[in-house]
C-alpha cells in the first residue's frame, strides 16, 4: 500500500467526478433557455443514480473475475471489495479506491449519450433508459477492456483511460439514439443558437481540469506514467483547440470561442486512449487532427445524413474517439510504458489490427444493444415527449421549473 | 395604415411565424413580455413550494401593415395561435398617424412594406 498512490487516485476521482457537472454546463449552454435545466437535471440526476447503480451491482458486473464477457455478481454491494489493495488491478491502493475511480467513470460515459437527444426526451423515459444502457451496455464493454478475464482485454487491446470504454461506446450509442428519436421540430427552418456561450467555455474547462484526473489518474499511482498522461493530455487538448479554431478561420473567416473549445473537447477525447502509451510530438498530431476529423462530422457528415445530434455527441466523441483509439495503435510506444505494446510506426503492425478489431466490436455491440434498449423503453412507456411540451420546453414541463426570470 | 399588436402564448411562435411568412407579412418585431392571462399556465414548484397566480410569460408581436394587409394578417395570427383553450391571447388593432423609414426618409404607406 502505498499512500502517495492512495491520495493520487482519490483526487482523481473527485476531478473526474467533477466533469460530470462540467459537461452539464458544456451542454447546458449549448441548448434554448427554455431547456436548460433538463440539461442539468439529466447530468445531475446521472451523477445520483449510477453512484448507487455502481455500487449496488455495476462494479461488479464491470470488475468481478467472471467470465470473457461480463463480471456477474459477485461483488454486488460491494461484497469481497475492501480497504486492502486488489493486485489484479492495482497494488498499491485500496480496492475501494479503483472502485469509487471507475465509479466516476461509469458516471460520466452515460451522461454524454444525452447530448444527442437533447431538448426532446421525457425525463421518465430517460431515467429507464440511462440505467438499461449502463448494466447491458457499459457494463459488459467496461468488463471486456479492463475487466479480469475480459476478452479485449485477453486480445491485447490498449485503452488507457477509455477511449474505447467510454467516447466510442457513449458516442456511438448517441448516434443511435439520435436516430432512432427523430430530428426536433423545426430544425429547418430555426436552427437553435445555443442560449449562453459562457455556459460552453465554463463547462469546457471543468473538463479540462477533470480530464487531467481522467487521464493521469488512470496510472493509479503518482509516478512517471502519471506524469505522462498528464503532459500529453494538455498538449493534445491545446493543439486540438488552436487546430479547431483555425480551421473555422480558413473555411468560414472568423475563429469562434465555440470552436476553439468543441476542439479542446475533442483533442481530450483523442488522447484518453493514448495517454499512457505516447509521448508529446505523437500527442500534438493526436490534437491537430483530430479537429479536422470532427470538424468534418459535424459540420458535413451531420447536415448530409440528417440526423440531430442536437449537441453533436457522436460527432466529437464517437468520432474522437475511433481516431484516438486508431492513433494509439500507430504511435505507442514502449518507451513511454513498458507495460504497453509498440504501433504500428514502432515496428508493430500487429497492434494496429487489434486497435481496428476493438473498435469495431465496440462500434456494432454499443449501436445494436442501444437501439434495442431504446425500442423497448419506447414501446413500454415511449421516449420523445408531446409536440406541444417539446415547443413549451423541458424545464417547465418535465420539472416544472424555469432557469431564467424576466423581471425581478 | 394600422399597427397590430398581438399577444400570443411563447410556444406559438414559430407557427404564428409560419402563417405570416406564408401571408406574405415579414416584417415582424418581437419581444417577450409578461402578462396577467384569465387562465393558470404550466405551475412551477420551487423546493415544494407551489407558484401560481404569477405573471405569466407571453410573447407580443408588432405588426405595422397597409390596410389591405390587415385582415391577412389578423388571420395569419389567429391561424397560427389558435388552440381553442383559453390564454391564447389577444389581437389589438391600432390606427397608425405615420411611418417614416429612416434610411430613405419616405413616409407614409411606401415606408411599411
Not at chain 1, 440539461?39 to 449510477?50: A, E, P
Not at chain 1, 479536422?292 to 459540420?299: E, G
Request: proline content about 3%; glycine content about 10%; aromatic content about 12%.
Amino acid at each position: 500500500m502505498n499512500s502517495g498512490d492512495t491520495a493520487w487516485v482519490l483526487v482523481s476521482s473527485a476531478l473526474v467526478m467533477l466533469m460530470t457537472p462540467g459537461l452539464a454546463f458544456f451542454y447546458g449552454g449549448m441548448v434554448r433557455k427554455k431547456n436548460v435545466l433538463s440539461i442539468l437535471m439529466q447530468c445531475f440526476i446521472v451523477l445520483c443514480l449510477l453512484s448507487v447503480q455502481w455500487v449496488l451491482y455495476g462494479y461488479s458486473i464491470s470488475f468481478a473475475p467472471g467470465d470473457g464477457f461480463w463480471g456477474g455478481f459477485k461483488w454486488a454491494g460491494l461484497a469481497g471489495v475492501g480497504l486492502e489493495p486488489y493486485a489484479d488491478y492495482s497494488a498499491t491502493i485500496p480496492h475501494q479506491a479503483f472502485m469509487i475511480f471507475q465509479a466516476m467513470f461509469a458516471i460520466i460515459t452515460p451522461a454524454l449519450i444525452l447530448g444527442a437527444f437533447a431538448e426532446r426526451m421525457k425525463f421518465s423515459s430517460f431515467l429507464v433508459f440511462i440505467l438499461l444502457w449502463a448494466t447491458f451496455v457499459y457494463g459488459p464493454v467496461c468488463h471486456w477492456v479492463w475487466g479480469m478475464g475480459g476478452w479485449l482485454r485477453k486480445l491485447g487491446a490498449l485503452d488507457f483511460a477509455g477511449g474505447t470504454v467510454v467516447h466510442i461506446n457513449a458516442g456511438i450509442a448517441a448516434l443511435a439514439t439520435a436516430i432512432a428519436i427523430g430530428r426536433r421540430k423545426n430544425l429547418d427552418k430555426n436552427i437553435p443558437a445555443p442560449h449562453n456561450m459562457p455556459f460552453v467555455i465554463l463547462g469546457t474547462a471543468l473538463l479540462w481540469f477533470g480530464w487531467f484526473g481522467f487521464n493521469a489518474g488512470s496510472a493509479l499511482a503518482a509516478n512517471g506514467l502519471a506524469v505522462n498522461a498528464f503532459v500529453v493530455t494538455n498538449t493534445a487538448a491545446a493543439a486540438a483547440g488552436l487546430s479547431w479554431a483555425l480551421i473555422e478561420w480558413i473555411k468560414n473567416g472568423k475563429p469562434t470561442i465555440f470552436g476553439a473549445a468543441s476542439g479542446a473537447v475533442a483533442g481530450l477525447v483523442a488522447i484518453t486512449p493514448a495517454a499512457g502509451f505516447v509521448s508529446v510530438i505523437p500527442a500534438i498530431i493526436i490534437g491537430v487532427l483530430v479537429s479536422v476529423f470532427c470538424f468534418i462530422a459535424v459540420s458535413i457528415l451531420k447536415p448530409k445524413f440528417g440526423y440531430d445530434d442536437s449537441l453533436d455527441a457522436f460527432g466529437v466523441h464517437c468520432v474522437g474517439g475511433v481516431w484516438g483509439a486508431l492513433a494509439t495503435g500507430l504511435f505507442a510506444s514502449k518507451l513511454v510504458n513498458p507495460a504497453g505494446a509498440d504501433g504500428l510506426f514502432f515496428g508493430n503492425p500487429q497492434q494496429f489490427l487489434i486497435q481496428i478489431a476493438a473498435v469495431a466490436v465496440t462500434l456494432v455491440y454499443s449501436f445494436v444493444v442501444s437501439m434495442v434498449i431504446y425500442k423497448i423503453v419506447d414501446f413500454v412507456m415511449g421516449v420523445r415527449v408531446g409536440e406541444k411540451e417539446e415547443a413549451i420546453g423541458l424545464d417547465l414541463t418535465q420539472h416544472h421549473e424555469r432557469a431564467y426570470t424576466i423581471l425581478e | 395604415m394600422k399597427l397590430v399588436i398581438a399577444i400570443i402564448q411563447p410556444d406559438k411562435l414559430e407557427e404564428v411565424k409560419e402563417e405570416l411568412y406564408k401571408s406574405e407579412v415579414n416584417l415582424i418585431t418581437v419581444s417577450e413580455v409578461l402578462g396577467h392571462g384569465r387562465q393558470k399556465g404550466v405551475t412551477e414548484f420551487y423546493r415544494g413550494a407551489k407558484e401560481t397566480g404569477n405573471l405569466l410569460r407571453k410573447i407580443r408581436l408588432e405588426i405595422a401593415v397597409n390596410d389591405s394587409f390587415l385582415e391577412p394578417t389578423i388571420k395569419a395570427i389567429v391561424a397560427g395561435a389558435k388552440s381553442g383553450e383559453t390564454g391564447d391571447g389577444k389581437i389589438f388593432v391600432l390606427d397608425m398617424k405615420d411611418c417614416v423609414r429612416i434610411r430613405t426618409e419616405e413616409r407614409g404607406s411606401p415606408a411599411i412594406g
